[in-house]
Each structure stands twice: as structure tokens, then as C-alpha cells.
């Protein structure tokens, strides 16, 4: 069973077996969104770019674009697989939708359409962190203690076929 509020759907998890839903981890991001205030600065700083009786909110369009990106999705027509779950992501724009808005952001003052969603961004971020208190990677940064970012760091990807075989 599932409430709409908003963004997203509120999701009641339960052991019955009923409305089984493939993508799970989804609902943990579709929390983190609300909670953070993610959806509810998108949707307010990219309302100079939502046109007169719009079906679709530009801020949930970006955010489901990056909900798809982050349950596995390569591309943006991958954005299908949150359409295929309404129970978790609600209501998600049709592709042409998404290009009609990606147009629009990139000639429509796109500086200020990307200062709109990284000071949505930022909010959101200001927030989680001042939640977290001690446990935020702010806490205790000054000019005599840096927050030191490491970006040098490389991924690897590995295989073994050796692995429960004891080889």
C-alpha cells in the first residue's frame, strides 16, 4: 500500500508477500529526497522554468533522472524503470517530457537554471549535515582543521574465478 505525499509515494513495508516491489533500495533514496528537502528546493527554485498547467514538476523530473541514474540507469531513457514502479516513484515524465525540459533549462538563462539546482543542492546538503550533527563532515572545519576532500582516488574493478573454490 502506498500514500502519495508530494514527490514520492510514502511506501508501508510489510512480510505478507503482497506488491512485491523489484527496486527497493529506491525507497530508501525516495526518503532521503523528501527528508532532505531535495524535491521541495528543486521544485521551488525551478518554478520560473514549470510552464502554465505542467503535469510534470521540473524538480521531480531532475530528481527522478537522478534516481534513475543511482538504482543502475546508463542513460536517460533509462528512466523507464521508475516508471514501471508508480507504487515507489509516483508519477514520472515521458522521455519527449524530459527533452522538452532539458531544452528548455539549456536556452532559457541556463546560468541561472544551474545556479537554481545547486543552490536547491546546497540547501539540501546545509540541512542533512545540520542534522547530523557531530556526525556531519563539517563538524568541527575551520581554517586550522580543513575539511581535506581526497579526489585522487581510483576504482578498481576486480574478478576471481578462484573465489569458494579454494584456489
Known sequence: MSYFTGFYPSVRVDSSGDGVVSQAGGVVLTSMVKVAGLGAGLSEDLEPWRKPF???DPGKILSDLALSLATGGDSVSDIDRLRNQPEVYGLVASDPTISRLFKILATVEPAKALAAINGARAKARAHVWAQAGKGSPLHGVSAENPLIIDLDASLL??????????L
Open 54 to 56: 505542467a503535469t510534470h
Open 157 to 166: 574493478n576486480s574478478h576471481s574465478t578462484g573465489i569458494g573454490t579454494g
